[in-house]
């Protein structure tokens, strides 16, 4: 442990998901960072550590005393409760709600890898979750010829992205609207393979690669 306290940073920002939900579950009790400590057996510089560092992994005992401490669990800090459904928590005090810019939604988008692809059908709107990438600005993924998704091409779709963090109950979503098209051409097909940094979690035969070329882009972030 002494190595981790003389590995305190002095940000004074929580960073790492076990961290945010150590800070959040202390500022709702009201207690400062020494208080916590106190009541956890720990020095405070230590705690420092643990909400400051996203890298930070305490021992079994550390953590319990620290649930303790917070009268709260340890499955709750570790975020054992990252498997149930989301946004069912209590909005946060005073929380922003601000528009993104066209390029913020544009970075938002490149760094993540799956969203939700929306379409018209015979039989009504579908929505799915597909692996997607960002390539040369246009959103690229691949798909089964027989699949739902096949059939979107030549047409308006939209396409959705959001990340919750349940520890601060803050987050984001961009939202796409676009037209879709199959892509045939053998060279593009190559380059999209070459480039394409996210593939389908679900495996087997999916050799038809569908893009969306951004029409309009939007999004919003909730923040505490």
């Known amino acids: 442990m002494a190595a981790q306290e003389a590995s305190n940073t002095g940000g004074g920002r929580p960073t790492g998901d076990l961290g ?6 202390r500022e709702e009790l009201g207690l400062s960072r020494e208080e916590a400590a106190d009541r956890a057996g720990m020095a405070s510089s230590y705690l420092q550590y643990l909400e400051e560092q996203p890298t930070a992994a305490p021992g079994a005992a550390s953590l319990l005393r620290l649930a303790g401490a917070l009268r709260t669990t340890v499955r709750d800090l570790s975020g054992g409760d990252v498997d149930l459904p989301q946004g069912l928590g209590q909005a946060g005090r005073r929380p922003k709600f601000t528009e993104l810019t066209a390029q913020e939604c544009r970075e938002l988008l490149s760094t993540h890898g799956v969203g939700r692809f929306a379409m018209d059908t015979a039989s009504g709107p579908v929505i799915v ?34 990340h919750l963090d349940g520890a601060l109950s803050q987050g984001w979503s961009v939202l796409v609207s676009g037209h879709a098209q199959a892509v045939t051409d053998p060279e593009t097909v190559q380059r999209l393979e070459e480039q394409a940094y996210s593939m389908p979690w679900a495996g087997g035969q999916r050799e038809l690669w569908i893009r969306i070329e951004p029409l309009g882009i939007t999004g919003r972030r909730v923040t505490v």
């Open 20 to 25: 945010r939900r150590i800070a959040l579950r």
């Open 129 to 162: 979750p597909v692996n997607y990438s960002v390539v040369q600005g246009a959103l690229v993924f691949r798909t089964h010829p027989q699949a739902v998704p096949a059939q979107a091409s030549g047409s308006q779709v939209a396409f959705e992205v959001d």
